[in-house]
């Protein structure tokens, strides 16, 4: 069974439609390590709430690739006084 995992950083638009949605987000860590972020249906609604915020997160983290790192979001709470 995997484990939860918890990251904190800087939640950052990185891909858009081209109706200039936003398509998918980092989470920007204080290592500067950009993390792509998946979850269930809605996650980008729930993430553009605290577009460019601190939050913490917690989930599931899985490499890609040498270079990629993934984290599947199951709760987000934001940073207060950050």
């Not at 439609?17 to 936003?22: A, D, K, L, T, Y």
């Not at 199951?74 to 940073?79: A, G, L, N, Q, V």
Request: net charge positive; proline share 2%.
């Amino acid at each position: 069974m995997q484990h939860q995992n918890h990251l904190t950083g800087l939640i950052t638009p990185i891909s858009w439609s081209s109706e200039n949605q936003v398509m998918q987000y980092s989470l920007y860590t204080n290592d500067g390590e950009d993390i792509l972020l998946e979850g269930r249906n809605g996650l980008n609604s729930r993430l553009a709430k605290y577009n460019n915020k601190l939050v913490h997160l917690s989930g599931f983290l899985k490499r890609m690739n040498q270079d990629c790192r993934m984290f599947n979001v199951t709760h987000i709470s934001p940073i207060k006084n950050a």
